[in-house]
Nanobody
Framework: QAQLVESGGGSVQAGGSLSLSCGAS??????????MGWFRQAPGKERECVAA????????YYPDSVKGRFTISKENAKSTVYLQMNSLKAEDAAVYYC????????????????????WGQGTQVSVSS
């Protein structure tokens, strides 16, 4: 059974950094066949994509709200995707989820939640100002 497990969330002061990891297991195909995304959801808000990466790991997407502060990376040999978050702001506080989708396109990323079939359980990120 495919499973994603996030780790690395926690509490940090504004301006600080956190590094999230998401390990994959039980997937039908090799991890290199999957494009990945990081999403977040704050109370009362819709789930939004904060970073996405193609299955090759060469193409990435960031919304303007996090561009220049967040970095997504994918390590196929370890079946792990990472999200490095720097210069955190109060508005970055949310539950962060990683998600996986099998992709036939080596260089395509996916930003909509409906593309993803497998989700992690989420990890809380709190930012105090």
């Amino acid at each position: 059974q495919a499973q994603l497990v996030e780790s690395g969330g926690g509490s940090v002061q504004a301006g600080g950094s956190l590094s999230l990891s998401c390990g994959a297991s039980g997937f039908r195909f090799a991890f290199s066949r999957y494009a990945m995304g990081w999403f977040r959801q704050a109370p009362g808000k819709e789930r939004e994509c904060v970073a996405a990466i193609s299955r090759s790991g060469k193409d990435t997407y960031y919304p303007d709200s996090v561009k220049g502060r967040f970095t997504i990376s994918k390590e196929n040999a370890k079946s792990t995707v990472y999200l490095q978050m720097n210069s955190l702001k109060a508005e970055d506080a949310a539950v962060y989820y990683c998600a996986a989708t099998e992709s036939n396109f080596p260089n395509r990323f996916f930003t909509g939640p409906s593309y993803y079939g497998t989700w992690g359980q989420g990890t809380q990120v709190s930012v105090s100002s």
